[in-house]
């Protein structure tokens, strides 16, 4: 019976082993999270939301397993301007008051080619939440040389549009574009 006892512990030990959900947490001086929207038709503006934390776990070391969580804090948007800051954070577009964060959470990856894959998720805004579905670049992981440590990085793009969300749903797209273009970089350790 003893001997029984070790057998399952030594392969409870071995199996734990090949099972671990590492996490990884975005490096905010290297990560980015940006959009762009055409003003106009004739122009791109384009902006940051200056305060985002995303957190990867994964078992896989290519990341094909990967969940992806997101969180930013709107009221961080920066466009350069000010007043436009102050104007996106008003009840005509984000209405920070009401809905402060824009969240993410990944429900699947599809692989599409060498480290890249489509990346599907619900992504909640002003309040709605909606799939969405973005392409993810893994970029490679490497040793920081100040930290010692492993870090990962990642880049994301797509599309989506505002008034899916109920954003700036009175402004014409002659006038402000629909689609709102994305694109995120990141650095992550663990």
Known sequence: ???????????????????????????????????????????????????????????????????????????????????????????????????????????GLKNVGKNKFKMTGNLTLHGVTKPVTLDLLYRGTATNPQSKAPTTGFQVTGTIKRTDFGIATGYPATMLGDEVTIKADGEFAK
């Open 1 to 107: 019976m003893k001997k029984i006892s070790i057998l399952l512990l030594a392969a409870v030990v071995v199996f734990s082993s090949f099972t671990a959900i590492e996490t990884w947490k975005s490096d905010k001086a290297h990560s980015y999270l940006g959009f762009s929207v055409t003003h106009l038709g004739i122009s791109d503006q384009s902006g940051t939301f200056k305060n985002f934390d995303v957190t990867i776990k994964s078992e896989k070391p290519d990341f094909s397993d990967a969940v992806i969580e997101m969180k930013a804090d709107v009221a961080s948007i920066n466009t350069g301007i000010e007043m436009r800051d102050n104007h996106l954070k008003g009840e005509d577009f984000f209405d920070v008051a009401k809905y402060p964060a824009l969240n993410f959470t990944s429900t």
